[in-house]
């Protein structure tokens, strides 16, 4: 893409050695301001641990860079709008790395069914294994309380983003132990799309997407691949997704794509703003658990 990475921050000297060596990154550093000071780069992309998002997006604000930001923003609305009013203030590109959002074959689907307005009803099976995450990523307890917007906030922005903006909703959990949490959401889109998501924690369900048209229901299973139903045909088919969504981790490519067209036309579609919805649902569910 034409790009150069000039450097690397991280907290430990064993990441920056292979930053220099794997990556093969000239100049590393422990400080990010420092990093951005010296080296006045073109972009920044911001891939620290997920609740370490928000403080570090919060100081490279000012320096007016554009920003590539890895999901979640913040792990509450409080914190999402405090950089939203950082991002006004500076004038500052921030664009959140959903790359779901850029997933080939759900452009596809929507163009398939004939586009957007066609779209009747959006539905995700999403789960959680906070005791992997424990034990693999060595998740503490803290973290596990906010993996809600750690991770879960993928599945509701995916739906959020493909229904358009869901207001009307109702939430309904239940907390049987530890992190043993189900969860439904069931609303309507200010598009008028019927939007349902449904999530158990604990429980090893793939992820699943369906999408429902007049007469079509798409079904993606794994998300990365979709097959079509088609009213009166009882052979489904597939929508085959692009190559660079095989070559390259599904949607990271499109992504890089958008974010260099925001850098160049000085606007950004998926920025802060863009998360609000999700967000708001991904609270609406973390006070629920708190109660």
């Known amino acids: 893409m034409q790009c150069d990475v000039?450097?690397?921050?991280?907290?430990?000297?064993?990441?920056n050695q292979l930053a220099r060596t794997e990556g093969q990154i000239p100049r590393t550093y422990f400080n990010y301001c420092e990093m951005v000071e010296r080296e006045s780069p073109d972009a920044i992309i911001n891939c620290v641990p997920f609740d370490k998002i928000y403080e570090v997006t919060r100081e490279l604000i000012p320096y007016k860079i554009p920003l590539l930001v890895e999901k979640p923003a913040g792990t509450s609305m409080e914190e999402l709008n405090h950089l939203i009013k950082l991002q006004q203030y500076y004038k500052t590109i921030v664009q959140v790395a959903f790359n779901r959002r850029h997933y080939s074959v759900f452009e596809k689907a929507l163009y398939d069914m004939g586009g957007a307005q066609a779209l009747q009803l959006v539905n995700l099976e999403w789960s959680e294994n906070p005791h992997r995450l424990r034990t693999s990523k060595g998740y503490s307890d803290e973290q596990l309380g906010k993996i809600l917007f750690g991770n879960?906030?993928?599945?509701?922005?995916?739906?959020?983003?493909?229904?358009?903006?869901?207001?009307?909703?109702?939430?309904?959990?239940r907390k049987q132990a530890d992190y043993l949490w189900s969860m439904v959401l069931g609303g309507l889109s200010k598009k008028g799309v019927v939007v349902g998501f449904t999530s158990t924690w604990g429980n090893a369900v793939?992820?699943?997407?369906?999408?429902?048209?007049?007469?079509?229901?798409?079904?993606?299973?794994?998300?990365?691949?979709?097959?079509?139903?088609?009213?009166?045909?009882?052979?489904?088919?597939?929508?085959?997704p692009d190559?660079?969504?095989?070559?390259?981790?599904?949607?990271?490519y499109n992504q890089a794509v958008s974010f260099i067209r925001a850098i160049e036309s000085n606007s950004c579609k998926h920025d802060l703003l863009s998360c609000v919805n999700s967000m708001t649902l991904a609270e609406k569910f973390y006070l629920s658990f708190e109660k």
């Open 152 to 173: 879960t906030i993928h599945g509701l922005d995916l739906i959020s983003w493909i229904s358009g903006s869901i207001e009307d909703s109702n939430v309904f959990v």
């Open 243 to 252: 190559e660079i969504d095989k070559t390259y981790k599904a949607g990271f």
């Open 6 to 15: 000039i450097a690397s921050c991280n907290r430990s000297e064993r990441g």
């Open 206 to 240: 793939p992820w699943r997407l369906v999408m429902h048209s007049i007469n079509k229901r798409y079904e993606f299973a794994p998300l990365e691949t979709c097959r079509v139903y088609t009213d009166g045909n009882s052979s489904p088919t597939d929508l085959i």
